[in-house]
């Protein structure tokens, strides 16, 4: 079986790449589904996340308010690494333990591809065979997001600067998958490496 780690920017066209990799055979696991898995309330890291940023950031269903605790660790690199010591290990953990059912489950045949924007970051990548970068030029991401989102340029520009670069993604890439043009372009370029690994 082999593992492949999918990643990309904000806009690149990650889940894009995602559906089309599930279409053709892959089983997807999905890290944002696990992550908001991880947050539930009661949870070992919930608990952790209480007792670093207090309940002030719980809603009336004691869920934690995922924007209240993004708007206090975006702007606070030691509250982002507080919040990323709790909750990566976890997430690490419960992916392996996602690839080792799979694993029994499919005799250790076929493709399972984690699906993770902060597969680098998050230092993930001891748990895949490959890495899989998608990557758009800064314009078009841009456009994307002022159009799909509703962001302003300059709000885009933000959101881009804060992320690893395409530049730094690449150095990590087995495989990188541009994804600057129609829907047919990267399904084509899709299938392309599909049929690499399953030769």
């Given at each position: 079986m082999r593992v492949i780690g999918l990643t990309g920017g904000i806009a690149a066209g990650k889940s894009t790449v995602s559906e089309i990799l599930?279409?053709?055979?892959?089983?997807?696991i999905d890290a944002d589904k696990i992550g908001h898995q991880i947050y539930l309330p009661n949870t070992e890291a919930w608990k952790?996340?209480?007792?670093?940023f207090g309940e002030?950031?719980?809603?009336?269903?004691?869920?934690?308010?995922?924007?209240?605790l993004g708007s206090i660790v975006f702007n606070d690199k030691a509250a982002l690494k507080k919040l990323n010591q709790i909750v990566h290990?976890?997430?690490?953990?419960?992916?392996?333990?996602?690839i080792?059912?799979?694993?029994?489950?499919?005799?250790?045949?076929?493709?399972?591809?984690?699906?993770?924007?902060?597969?680098?970051?998050?230092?993930?990548?001891?748990?895949?065979d490959q890495v899989w970068v998608v990557a758009a030029d800064q314009d078009t991401v841009i456009d994307r997001?002022?159009?799909?989102?509703?962001?302003?340029?300059?709000?885009a520009r933000s959101?881009?600067?804060?992320?690893?670069?395409?530049?730094?993604?690449?150095?990590?890439?087995?495989?990188?998958?541009?994804?600057?043009?129609?829907?047919?372009?990267?399904?084509?370029?899709?299938?392309e490496a599909w049929e690499r690994i399953c030769l």
């Open positions: 599930s279409k053709l055979g892959a089983e997807i952790d996340i209480i007792a670093a002030d950031i719980l809603l009336p269903d004691k869920t934690v308010n995922r924007p209240k290990p976890r997430m690490y953990k419960k992916f392996e333990e996602e080792e059912i799979r694993r029994k489950k499919n005799k250790n045949k076929g493709v399972v591809v984690l699906d993770a924007a902060i597969l680098i970051e998050a230092d993930w990548l001891p748990l895949v997001l002022c159009l799909r989102n509703g962001f302003t340029k300059e709000h959101r881009i600067s804060s992320q690893l670069s395409d530049e730094e993604r690449r150095g990590y890439a087995d495989v990188v998958i541009e994804n600057n043009g129609t829907m047919a372009e990267i399904e084509q370029r899709v299938y």
